[in-house]
């Protein structure tokens, strides 16, 4: 074999994929049962067994090029079939953590999901930035002590306490700087997945509602697991949906959504949908984790109790909030703001453009290139056959 076409393998991307989760990747003998037993696995994106082996033999490249970690939903059909215990759905979710990791110009996520120091360490440091900006005294009037006056305390000014104008441009400058992040992540993956590949611009524009359809509705998912695939999906699209609304209402219309009166807007309605479907949501995915019931929660990295518990303590924080204003409990009202502030800023900050949440893009992006492939070869294949059914006719 030439210099030029042996690929070295890479004993760092195995470690480090170790780290992630796939301690069991050593047990796997590729006996493709895993593979045979996968709903989602095609002949064209045939999945866990080929992403085992590549991690197996440390091809890191050919990995970054291969949309399939991503095409997996981890139902766990394949780890409870598995003959030799090796754990195929835990380690494919292992390596969906390292490729986040390696989208990450920053190298933020590489520190958060191979330490929970890390993870818990910037997670604090966010949550402490927000409760001194809350708390201390500056020139903007912001802080605790500068509107504990007799009339604040009396009765509810939370106008006063976080003016919603700051309020509100603090949460597009913040949605910008997310959007910019994720951006230009996805852009790292989506040149990774196509490198060495020759994509008409039409096979993109054509295949594009594949990345649209995926994003909103997740629905290979109702396909995913023997037992438990459409329960699994509706029960991530109700979640998905609250937290969107939720999101939608924070940062497009939080001059409509927090208001000082206690009387209902339109809102107000939204916004109790979206708290009661995260809490309830997160509840439920809790239970199934302490449970381990099905294949798709029997391992639980740190990172996946993170995931539902942030959620779980953003809306239950809201939900206080809520009451608290609405029963003109003035300094319990200000309080609960801040510490639902310290919540869902780190949450929104650290978690969505550099831990688990990245998959909400980064999926439907490795569904929408996987179609695009897809296509190129189809017409190619089309192609060929129109071209040697002239052959034949001549």
Request: with cysteine; proline share 4%; charged share 15%.
């Amino acid at each position: 074999m030439s210099e030029r076409n042996f690929v070295k393998p890479d004993a760092q991307f195995i470690n480090d994929l170790k780290k992630n989760g796939g301690e069991s990747l050593k047990k796997c003998y590729q006996c493709a049962t895993c593979t045979s037993a996968c709903p989602l696995s095609t002949e064209e994106n045939g999945f866990p067994r080929k992403q085992m082996l590549l991690a197996q033999w440390g091809l890191k490249d050919q990995l970054l090029e291969d949309p399939g970690p991503w095409l997996c939903f981890y139902c766990g059909d394949c780890s409870e079939r598995c003959p030799r215990n090796a754990d195929p759905g835990e380690t494919m979710m292992a390596m969906r953590r390292y490729l986040t990791s390696q989208y990450d110009w920053t190298g933020l996520s590489r520190l958060m999901y191979s330490s929970v120091f890390w993870e818990i360490g910037i997670l604090a440091t966010v949550a402490v930035v927000i409760v001194l900006f809350f708390t201390l005294p500056h020139n903007f009037g912001f802080g605790l002590l500068s509107r504990s006056g007799p009339t604040a305390l009396s009765t509810v000014m939370l106008d006063r306490f976080a003016p919603v104008g700051i309020v509100d441009w603090g949460d597009r400058i913040m949605a910008t700087i997310l959007g910019l992040l994720l951006l230009i992540n996805a852009a790292r993956m989506f040149s990774g997945l196509t490198r060495g590949e020759k994509i008409p611009l039409s096979s993109y524009i054509t295949q594009l509602p594949h990345m649209i359809i995926q994003g909103v509705t997740q629905i290979r998912w109702k396909d995913c697991g023997s037992r438990s695939g459409i329960r699994n999906w509706l029960r991530h699209l109700f979640l998905v949906s609250g937290y969107g609304i939720m999101f939608t209402l924070v940062v497009v219309f939080l001059p409509w959504f927090q208001v000082n009166d206690t009387s209902l807007h339109w809102t107000s309605f939204l916004g109790y949908y979206a708290a009661a479907v995260l809490l309830g949501s997160t509840v439920w995915i809790i239970v199934d984790r302490l449970k381990k019931k099905t294949g798709m929660h029997r391992f639980s990295h740190f990172s996946d109790w993170l995931f539902p518990i942030l959620l779980f303590l953003a809306a239950l924080s809201g939900i206080l909030l809520h009451v608290f204003r609405m029963t003109d409990m003035a300094m319990a009202t200000y309080v609960t703001y801040m510490i639902h502030m310290a919540i869902v800023v780190p949450m929104l900050v650290v978690e969505v453009p550099f831990g688990k949440w990245g998959h909400l893009l980064y999926r439907p992006l490795a569904i929408y290139v996987a179609a695009v492939k897809s296509s190129v070869r189809e017409s190619a294949m089309s192609e060929t056959a129109a071209q040697s059914q002239a052959v034949q006719q001549i």
